[in-house]
């Protein structure tokens, strides 16, 4: 069993539907997908990909919503979300500052649903996204269980800080290697780790086969794969 905790739709480079997203990555053995939509040209069309991701996406997608935390209305995330099985934040896309205090009304709309935030983390000259920063966001909303997309780019200071919370994870998609799932692993265990691939900026066979050849037991690689992601997921249906 495989779930891909990451996955885009509406790449400017990919005209695929979700159909043929589906396809493509069914062949890798994953049975069900997180997808939220790409970076688009304007907050209206982001937020249609977001309604159209859930008209498509079947039983094999789990569609979260995607949105700019200082365009949406609160009424308007209120009741969006029921739709939503969670929310992923990409604070260079949509360029806001996660820790901006303008933002704390709706970090406690999120808080309420109990649904899980993936977020953008790289180091990538902008703090807005540098996970070392962050984190702190785990800090502030301890009920809100944050996914730092990209292995939070595999920082020892952010790894030092993970470990003295329990809402903060982070996803495998492009910055992980065998080696680096392994040594985290042991550093963090596998129940903080998440398989993401970040399809179609990656590919999901090369991502899978990260976790797949790192020296881990298979119950390590089987909390990666799925059971994490489970157990987020099923949280936000409470
Ligand atoms: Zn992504």
Do not use: C, W
Request: proline share 4%.
């Amino acid at each position: 069993m495989v779930i891909d905790f990451h996955t885009h739709s509406g790449a400017s480079f990919d005209k695929s539907s979700l159909k043929e997203i589906r396809e493509k990555i069914g062949r890798n053995g994953v049975k069900k997908a997180v997808i939220f939509p790409s970076t688009q040209e304007s907050y209206q069309k982001l937020m249609q990909k977001n309604l159209e991701n859930l008209e498509n996406s079947g039983d094999f997608f789990i569609p979260f919503l995607r949105f700019d935390p200082r365009r949406i209305g609160y009424e308007e995330l209120e009741s969006l979300q029921k739709r939503f099985y969670g929310f992923k934040l990409h604070p260079r896309g949509e360029n806001f500052d996660p820790l901006d205090k303008s933002l704390a009304r709706i970090f406690e709309v999120i808080e309420k649903t109990s649904k899980p935030v993936i977020i953008h983390s790289r180091k990538e000259n902008n703090q807005n996204t540098d996970p070392d920063r962050i984190i702190e966001l785990a800090n502030l909303y301890p009920k809100i269980n944050f996914v730092f997309a990209h292995f939070a780019n595999d920082s020892d200071a952010f790894f030092s800080r993970l470990r003295k919370l329990e809402n903060a994870y982070v996803d495998t998609s492009i910055v992980s290697s065998p080696f680096i799932i392994e040594r985290r692993v042991r550093e963090i265990t596998s129940k903080r780790i998440i398989f993401g691939s970040d399809h179609p900026f990656s590919d999901q066979e090369i991502e899978l086969l990260k976790v797949k050849k790192a020296n881990i037991s298979k119950e390590e690689k089987e909390d990666i794969l799925y059971k994490n992601a489970e157990k987020l997921i099923k949280s936000s249906l409470l």
